[in-house]
Protein backbone atom coordinates (compact mmCIF):
# COMPACT_ATOMS: atom_id res chain seq x y z
CA UNK A 1 0.00 0.00 0.00
CA UNK A 2 1.37 3.51 -0.72
CA UNK A 3 0.29 7.28 0.17
CA UNK A 4 2.37 8.19 -2.50
CA UNK A 5 -0.38 8.40 -5.37
CA UNK A 6 -1.68 11.54 -7.46
CA UNK A 7 -5.19 10.91 -5.74
CA UNK A 8 -3.62 11.32 -2.17
CA UNK A 9 -0.79 14.09 -3.24
CA UNK A 10 -3.71 16.30 -4.76
CA UNK A 11 -5.39 16.03 -1.50
CA UNK A 12 -2.91 16.51 0.33
CA UNK A 13 -2.32 19.94 -2.18
CA UNK A 14 -6.26 20.54 -1.36
CA UNK A 15 -6.30 20.83 2.07
CA UNK A 16 -3.35 23.29 2.15
CA UNK A 17 -5.20 25.42 -0.29
CA UNK A 18 -8.45 25.12 1.71
CA UNK A 19 -6.11 26.69 5.13
CA UNK A 20 -4.73 29.32 2.89
CA UNK A 21 -8.04 30.41 2.10
CA UNK A 22 -8.99 30.53 5.35
CA UNK A 23 -6.89 32.87 6.31
CA UNK A 24 -7.95 35.28 3.16
CA UNK A 25 -11.93 35.03 4.03
CA UNK A 26 -10.91 36.00 7.68
CA UNK A 27 -8.84 38.77 6.31
CA UNK A 28 -12.26 39.40 3.85
CA UNK A 29 -14.55 39.25 6.87
CA UNK A 30 -12.72 42.01 8.67
CA UNK A 31 -11.81 39.29 11.26
CA UNK A 32 -8.24 39.42 12.83
CA UNK A 33 -6.60 35.73 11.31
CA UNK A 34 -5.77 33.18 13.81
CA UNK A 35 -4.79 29.44 13.99
CA UNK A 36 -5.81 26.63 16.73
CA UNK A 37 -3.92 24.10 17.99
CA UNK A 38 -3.91 21.68 20.33
CA UNK A 39 -2.02 22.62 23.21
CA UNK A 40 1.22 19.66 23.06
CA UNK A 41 2.02 19.31 27.23
CA UNK A 42 1.88 16.57 29.40
CA UNK A 43 -1.20 17.93 31.00
CA UNK A 44 -3.07 17.68 27.73
CA UNK A 45 -2.51 14.71 26.81
CA UNK A 46 -5.55 12.22 27.82
CA UNK A 47 -6.61 8.60 26.97
CA UNK A 48 -8.56 7.81 24.36
CA UNK A 49 -10.53 4.35 24.63
CA UNK A 50 -11.76 3.64 21.24
CA UNK A 51 -8.05 3.86 20.18
CA UNK A 52 -5.97 2.96 22.94
CA UNK A 53 -3.78 5.27 22.67
CA UNK A 54 -3.20 9.05 23.81
CA UNK A 55 -4.04 12.03 22.19
CA UNK A 56 -4.20 15.82 22.57
CA UNK A 57 -7.04 16.70 25.45
CA UNK A 58 -9.11 20.28 24.17
CA UNK A 59 -7.09 22.46 25.89
CA UNK A 60 -5.98 24.86 23.06
CA UNK A 61 -3.26 27.68 22.06
CA UNK A 62 -3.85 30.50 18.87
CA UNK A 63 -1.55 31.39 16.73
CA UNK A 64 -3.24 34.94 16.01
CA UNK A 65 -2.73 37.81 13.76
CA UNK A 66 -3.49 40.46 16.11
CA UNK A 67 0.77 40.42 17.89
CA UNK A 68 3.68 40.96 15.75
CA UNK A 69 4.70 37.75 16.94
CA UNK A 70 2.33 36.20 15.79
CA UNK A 71 1.31 37.69 12.82
CA UNK A 72 4.86 36.37 11.85
CA UNK A 73 3.96 33.10 12.54
CA UNK A 74 1.06 32.74 10.20
CA UNK A 75 3.14 34.72 7.48
CA UNK A 76 5.60 31.80 7.63
CA UNK A 77 2.77 29.16 7.41
CA UNK A 78 1.76 31.08 4.02
CA UNK A 79 5.02 31.32 2.58
CA UNK A 80 5.34 27.39 3.79
CA UNK A 81 2.12 26.78 2.44
CA UNK A 82 2.58 27.82 -0.95
CA UNK A 83 5.89 26.18 -1.24
CA UNK A 84 4.71 22.15 0.08
CA UNK A 85 1.92 23.21 -2.70
CA UNK A 86 4.49 23.56 -5.61
CA UNK A 87 6.74 20.98 -4.02
CA UNK A 88 3.08 18.22 -4.52
CA UNK A 89 2.42 19.69 -8.29
CA UNK A 90 5.81 18.61 -8.92
CA UNK A 91 6.07 15.36 -7.29
CA UNK A 92 9.16 16.93 -5.69
CA UNK A 93 10.41 15.79 -1.97
CA UNK A 94 12.60 17.60 0.61
CA UNK A 95 13.88 17.04 3.86
CA UNK A 96 13.18 19.28 6.94
CA UNK A 97 16.52 20.82 6.95
CA UNK A 98 16.30 21.66 2.86
CA UNK A 99 13.02 23.55 4.07
CA UNK A 100 15.04 25.40 6.84
CA UNK A 101 17.48 26.67 4.21
CA UNK A 102 15.36 27.50 1.58
CA UNK A 103 13.43 29.48 3.56
CA UNK A 104 16.40 32.30 2.70
CA UNK A 105 15.51 32.40 -0.53
CA UNK A 106 11.98 33.50 0.39
CA UNK A 107 11.59 37.01 -0.62
CA UNK A 108 10.21 38.58 2.46
CA UNK A 109 12.46 38.39 5.25
CA UNK A 110 9.89 38.46 7.83
CA UNK A 111 9.10 34.78 6.65
CA UNK A 112 12.54 33.37 6.88
CA UNK A 113 12.71 30.43 9.50
CA UNK A 114 15.52 31.65 12.70
CA UNK A 115 16.15 28.19 13.02
CA UNK A 116 15.19 24.94 12.26
CA UNK A 117 13.54 23.99 15.50
CA UNK A 118 10.73 26.35 13.78
CA UNK A 119 10.24 25.28 10.80
CA UNK A 120 9.91 22.08 11.96
CA UNK A 121 7.08 22.68 14.73
CA UNK A 122 5.28 24.63 11.34
CA UNK A 123 5.41 21.24 9.73
CA UNK A 124 3.73 19.85 12.57
CA UNK A 125 1.11 22.75 13.17
CA UNK A 126 0.35 22.14 9.31
CA UNK A 127 -0.18 18.48 10.06
CA UNK A 128 -2.42 18.88 12.95
CA UNK A 129 -4.21 21.72 11.24
CA UNK A 130 -4.83 19.93 7.69
CA UNK A 131 -5.22 16.36 9.08
CA UNK A 132 -2.10 15.33 6.04
CA UNK A 133 1.07 13.18 7.54
CA UNK A 134 4.51 15.32 6.80
CA UNK A 135 4.81 11.84 4.60
CA UNK A 136 2.24 12.68 2.01
CA UNK A 137 3.49 16.88 1.94
CA UNK A 138 6.49 14.82 0.81
CA UNK A 139 8.37 15.97 3.59
CA UNK A 140 11.38 13.95 5.04
CA UNK A 141 13.75 14.08 8.24
CA UNK A 142 17.25 14.05 8.07
CA UNK A 143 17.96 11.21 9.66
CA UNK A 144 17.81 7.72 7.88
CA UNK A 145 15.32 5.17 8.60
CA UNK A 146 16.07 2.31 11.03
CA UNK A 147 16.69 -1.08 10.32
CA UNK A 148 14.69 -4.66 10.40
CA UNK A 149 16.10 -8.16 10.01
CA UNK A 150 14.10 -11.05 9.13
CA UNK A 151 11.54 -13.54 7.68
CA UNK A 152 9.57 -11.37 5.70
CA UNK A 153 9.31 -10.47 1.96
CA UNK A 154 7.92 -7.21 1.12
CA UNK A 155 7.60 -5.02 -2.14
CA UNK A 156 9.09 -1.45 -2.00
CA UNK A 157 7.88 0.90 -4.68
CA UNK A 158 10.77 3.89 -5.29
CA UNK A 159 11.33 6.66 -7.93
CA UNK A 160 12.93 4.23 -9.90
CA UNK A 161 10.63 1.18 -9.86
CA UNK A 162 9.33 -1.46 -7.45
CA UNK A 163 11.41 -4.55 -6.38
CA UNK A 164 10.99 -7.02 -3.95
CA UNK A 165 13.42 -7.93 -0.99
CA UNK A 166 13.59 -10.91 1.15
CA UNK A 167 14.42 -9.36 4.73
CA UNK A 168 17.23 -11.76 5.78
CA UNK A 169 18.23 -13.47 2.21
CA UNK A 170 18.60 -10.38 -0.01
CA UNK A 171 20.35 -8.15 2.63
CA UNK A 172 23.57 -8.11 4.31
CA UNK A 173 23.78 -8.27 8.33
CA UNK A 174 23.09 -4.67 8.58
CA UNK A 175 19.69 -5.81 7.49
CA UNK A 176 17.17 -3.73 5.29
CA UNK A 177 16.46 0.17 5.89
CA UNK A 178 13.15 1.25 6.61
CA UNK A 179 11.99 4.03 4.05
CA UNK A 180 11.17 7.66 5.72
CA UNK A 181 7.56 6.70 4.14
CA UNK A 182 6.93 3.02 5.34
CA UNK A 183 3.46 2.70 3.34
CA UNK A 184 5.16 2.51 0.26
CA UNK A 185 5.82 -0.73 1.40
CA UNK A 186 3.63 -4.02 0.37
CA UNK A 187 4.04 -7.06 2.72
CA UNK A 188 4.11 -10.13 0.74
CA UNK A 189 4.76 -13.15 2.85
CA UNK A 190 6.32 -13.84 5.65
CA UNK A 191 7.37 -16.64 8.36
CA UNK A 192 7.62 -14.38 11.31
CA UNK A 193 6.39 -15.30 15.04
CA UNK A 194 6.28 -11.80 16.61
CA UNK A 195 8.37 -8.41 16.30
CA UNK A 196 11.30 -7.63 18.40
CA UNK A 197 11.80 -3.73 18.95
CA UNK A 198 15.26 -3.36 19.82
CA UNK A 199 16.69 -0.34 21.46
CA UNK A 200 20.41 -0.33 20.66
CA UNK A 201 22.45 -1.14 17.88
CA UNK A 202 24.99 -3.23 20.01
CA UNK A 203 22.31 -5.26 20.82
CA UNK A 204 20.56 -5.98 17.68
CA UNK A 205 24.03 -6.88 16.11
CA UNK A 206 24.36 -9.34 19.05
CA UNK A 207 20.83 -10.55 18.02
CA UNK A 208 21.48 -10.97 14.51
CA UNK A 209 24.96 -12.29 15.33
CA UNK A 210 23.70 -15.35 17.44
CA UNK A 211 20.67 -16.08 14.78
CA UNK A 212 17.98 -15.07 17.12
CA UNK A 213 16.32 -13.45 14.11
CA UNK A 214 16.50 -17.05 11.88
CA UNK A 215 16.02 -19.67 15.31
CA UNK A 216 13.20 -18.08 16.52
CA UNK A 217 11.45 -16.59 13.35
CA UNK A 218 11.82 -12.98 14.70
CA UNK A 219 11.65 -9.56 12.49
CA UNK A 220 14.44 -7.74 14.78
CA UNK A 221 13.95 -3.88 14.35
CA UNK A 222 16.28 -1.18 15.75
CA UNK A 223 14.62 1.42 17.13
CA UNK A 224 18.16 3.68 17.50
CA UNK A 225 16.93 5.20 20.53
CA UNK A 226 13.88 7.20 20.81
CA UNK A 227 11.93 5.71 17.21
CA UNK A 228 11.68 8.16 14.26
CA UNK A 229 8.29 8.06 12.83
CA UNK A 230 8.61 5.73 10.25
CA UNK A 231 10.19 2.89 12.76
CA UNK A 232 7.06 3.63 14.31
CA UNK A 233 4.67 3.74 11.73
CA UNK A 234 5.83 0.06 10.30
CA UNK A 235 5.99 -1.54 13.67
CA UNK A 236 1.97 -0.61 13.98
CA UNK A 237 1.67 -1.69 9.98
CA UNK A 238 3.03 -5.42 11.31
CA UNK A 239 1.01 -5.56 13.79
CA UNK A 240 -2.10 -4.46 12.23
CA UNK A 241 -1.89 -6.12 8.89
CA UNK A 242 0.10 -9.20 9.95
CA UNK A 243 -1.18 -9.96 13.19
CA UNK A 244 1.85 -10.57 14.72
CA UNK A 245 2.67 -9.60 18.56
CA UNK A 246 5.28 -6.63 19.27
CA UNK A 247 7.68 -6.49 22.10
CA UNK A 248 9.99 -3.87 23.03
CA UNK A 249 13.46 -4.41 24.29
CA UNK A 250 15.67 -1.46 25.96
CA UNK A 251 17.90 -0.36 28.65
CA UNK A 252 16.29 -0.50 32.11
CA UNK A 253 16.05 3.48 32.64
CA UNK A 254 13.30 6.07 32.68
CA UNK A 255 14.48 7.46 29.15
CA UNK A 256 14.15 3.97 27.71
CA UNK A 257 11.44 3.53 29.48
CA UNK A 258 10.09 6.43 26.83
CA UNK A 259 11.19 4.68 24.05
CA UNK A 260 8.36 1.93 24.77
CA UNK A 261 6.17 4.11 25.63
CA UNK A 262 6.45 6.21 22.44
CA UNK A 263 5.88 2.80 20.54
CA UNK A 264 3.23 1.85 22.25
CA UNK A 265 1.21 4.81 23.03
CA UNK A 266 2.40 7.38 21.36
CA UNK A 267 5.09 10.55 22.21
CA UNK A 268 3.42 14.35 23.08
CA UNK A 269 5.36 15.86 20.31
CA UNK A 270 3.55 13.57 17.62
CA UNK A 271 0.16 13.29 19.89
CA UNK A 272 -1.97 14.13 16.65
CA UNK A 273 -0.47 10.58 14.94
CA UNK A 274 -1.29 8.74 17.69
CA UNK A 275 -3.55 6.36 15.78
CA UNK A 276 -1.12 6.55 12.91
CA UNK A 277 1.94 5.51 14.55
CA UNK A 278 1.30 3.83 18.33
CA UNK A 279 1.05 0.00 18.55
CA UNK A 280 -0.73 -0.07 22.07
CA UNK A 281 -0.56 -3.68 21.91
CA UNK A 282 2.78 -3.47 22.02
CA UNK A 283 4.42 -5.07 25.20
CA UNK A 284 7.85 -4.31 27.29
CA UNK A 285 10.16 -7.22 27.93
CA UNK A 286 13.11 -5.64 29.69
CA UNK A 287 15.29 -4.54 31.27
CA UNK A 288 13.33 -3.78 33.93
CA UNK A 289 14.31 -3.06 37.38
CA UNK A 290 13.32 -6.97 38.48
CA UNK A 291 15.59 -8.18 36.62
CA UNK A 292 18.90 -6.36 37.61
CA UNK A 293 17.67 -7.81 40.91
CA UNK A 294 16.63 -11.35 39.83
CA UNK A 295 20.22 -12.16 37.07
CA UNK A 296 22.32 -9.71 39.55
CA UNK A 297 23.39 -7.06 36.22
CA UNK A 298 26.28 -4.78 36.69
CA UNK A 299 24.73 -1.28 37.54
CA UNK A 300 25.49 2.39 37.29
CA UNK A 301 23.31 4.47 40.11
CA UNK A 302 20.47 6.51 39.54
CA UNK A 303 21.22 10.20 38.63
CA UNK A 304 19.00 12.92 40.23
CA UNK A 305 17.83 13.43 36.62
CA UNK A 306 16.99 9.75 36.73
CA UNK A 307 15.19 9.51 39.55
CA UNK A 308 13.38 13.05 38.42
CA UNK A 309 12.13 11.37 35.55
CA UNK A 310 11.12 7.87 37.16
CA UNK A 311 8.75 10.03 39.53
CA UNK A 312 7.88 12.03 36.83
CA UNK A 313 6.89 8.56 34.94
CA UNK A 314 4.66 7.67 37.86
CA UNK A 315 2.53 10.75 36.68
CA UNK A 316 2.78 10.39 32.96
CA UNK A 317 -0.92 9.05 31.59
CA UNK A 318 0.90 6.03 29.56
CA UNK A 319 2.28 4.88 32.70
CA UNK A 320 -0.62 4.26 34.86
CA UNK A 321 -0.41 0.25 35.01
CA UNK A 322 0.06 -1.67 38.60
CA UNK A 323 2.93 -3.42 36.64
CA UNK A 324 4.72 0.15 35.46
CA UNK A 325 4.12 1.55 39.12
CA UNK A 326 5.80 -1.67 40.62
CA UNK A 327 8.51 -1.54 38.10
CA UNK A 328 9.41 2.07 39.07
CA UNK A 329 8.73 2.01 42.78
CA UNK A 330 11.37 -0.84 42.28
CA UNK A 331 14.05 1.29 40.47
CA UNK A 332 13.71 4.24 43.50
CA UNK A 333 14.48 2.19 45.82
CA UNK A 334 17.36 -0.28 44.32
CA UNK A 335 18.81 3.39 43.24
CA UNK A 336 20.37 1.33 40.34
CA UNK A 337 19.78 1.15 36.49
CA UNK A 338 21.43 -1.42 33.51
CA UNK A 339 21.62 -1.25 30.40
CA UNK A 340 21.32 -4.42 27.66
CA UNK A 341 24.45 -4.78 27.15
CA UNK A 342 25.22 -5.53 30.87
CA UNK A 343 23.60 -8.79 30.06
CA UNK A 344 26.76 -10.05 28.48
CA UNK A 345 28.07 -10.07 31.93
CA UNK A 346 26.87 -13.49 31.73
CA UNK A 347 28.19 -14.70 28.36
CA UNK A 348 28.17 -13.29 25.02
CA UNK A 349 25.21 -16.14 24.24
CA UNK A 350 22.93 -15.33 27.87
CA UNK A 351 20.40 -12.86 26.05
CA UNK A 352 19.31 -15.35 23.18
CA UNK A 353 19.66 -19.01 25.02
CA UNK A 354 18.21 -17.38 28.65
CA UNK A 355 17.24 -14.12 28.96
CA UNK A 356 14.80 -13.78 25.81
CA UNK A 357 13.29 -17.15 25.71
CA UNK A 358 12.27 -17.02 29.26
CA UNK A 359 10.96 -13.46 29.38
CA UNK A 360 8.90 -14.57 25.86
CA UNK A 361 8.05 -17.39 27.50
CA UNK A 362 6.76 -16.35 30.50
CA UNK A 363 4.77 -13.40 28.16
CA UNK A 364 3.00 -16.35 26.76
CA UNK A 365 4.98 -15.42 23.22
CA UNK A 366 6.80 -18.55 22.36
Known amino acids: MSTDTPDIDASARERLIDLAAEFYDQFAAGEVPEMRLPTRTKSNIEYDEDSNVWVYGDRESTRSANSVRGARKLLKAIYTIDFLAEQLDEDRSSTLRELYYLSESWGEKEAQFSDQDESNQLIEDLEIVSHVTREDFHMRPEESGAKLMGPLRIREQTNRGDREIHCQDDVGQGGYQIPNNPDTIEFLDHDTDFVLC ?12 NGFDEDFSTLVVHLGGQPARATRRIIKRLHDELDLPVVVFTDGDPWSYRIYGSVAYGSIKSAHLSEYLATPEARFIGIQPADIVEYDLPTDPLSDSDINALESELTDPRFQ ?42 MGVL
Request: net charge negative.
Open 198 to 209: VETGGMRDRLVE
Open 321 to 362: TDYWREQIELQLDIGKKAEQQSLAARGLDFVTDTYLPERLTA
